[in-house]
């Protein structure tokens, strides 16, 4: 699995970014993809998960009802996963990271990460 984020980048406060996930790979028949955020100095935030199957989505309170998470594809080999962030403010600068997770029989986890996407809110 191959996670690729894309769309990040400097953006005045109030205004609109939408990140991109590009995914490759077998699909897992039941997982977890996210958005998580980091500063540097600060743990890994989560900031949007969504399931498979059942499609629960799921916000952090910091983001809830400005940012949107989507997906398109569906379950297949190439799918791609969005994040719509309006009304971005300073606090949301952060490198922004897609991450999989599935479940590997018994305790075993796949578990996979992207390289990140800066998103800078600055007038």
């Given at each position: 699995?191959?996670l690729?984020?894309?769309?990040?980048?400097?953006?005045?406060?109030?205004?609109?970014l939408?990140?991109?996930?590009?995914?490759s790979?077998?699909p897992?028949?039941?997982?977890?993809r996210?958005?998580?955020?980091?500063?540097?100095?600060?743990?890994r935030?989560l900031?949007a998960?969504?399931?498979?199957?059942?499609?629960n989505?799921?916000?952090s309170d910091?983001?809830?009802g400005?940012?949107?998470l989507?997906?398109?594809?569906?379950n297949?080999v190439?799918s791609?996963?969005?994040?719509?962030?309006?009304?971005?403010n300073?606090e949301?600068?952060?490198?922004?990271?897609?991450?999989?997770e599935?479940?590997?029989?018994?305790?075993?986890?796949?578990?996979?990460?992207?390289?990140?996407?800066q998103?800078?809110v600055?007038?």
């Amino acid at each position: 699995v191959q996670l690729v984020e894309s769309g990040g980048g400097l953006v005045q406060p109030g205004g609109s970014l939408r990140l991109a996930c590009a995914r490759s790979g077998v699909p897992f028949n039941q997982y977890t993809r996210s958005w998580y955020r980091q500063v540097p100095g600060k743990e890994r935030e989560l900031v949007a998960a969504v399931t498979y199957p059942g499609g629960n989505v799921e916000y952090s309170d910091s983001v809830k009802g400005r940012f949107t998470l989507s997906r398109d594809n569906g379950n297949t080999v190439r799918s791609t996963l969005f994040l719509q962030m309006n009304n971005l403010n300073a606090e949301d600068t952060a490198k922004y990271f897609c991450h999989e997770e599935a479940p590997g029989g018994g305790e075993r986890k796949y578990t996979y990460w992207g390289q990140g996407t800066q998103v800078t809110v600055s007038s």
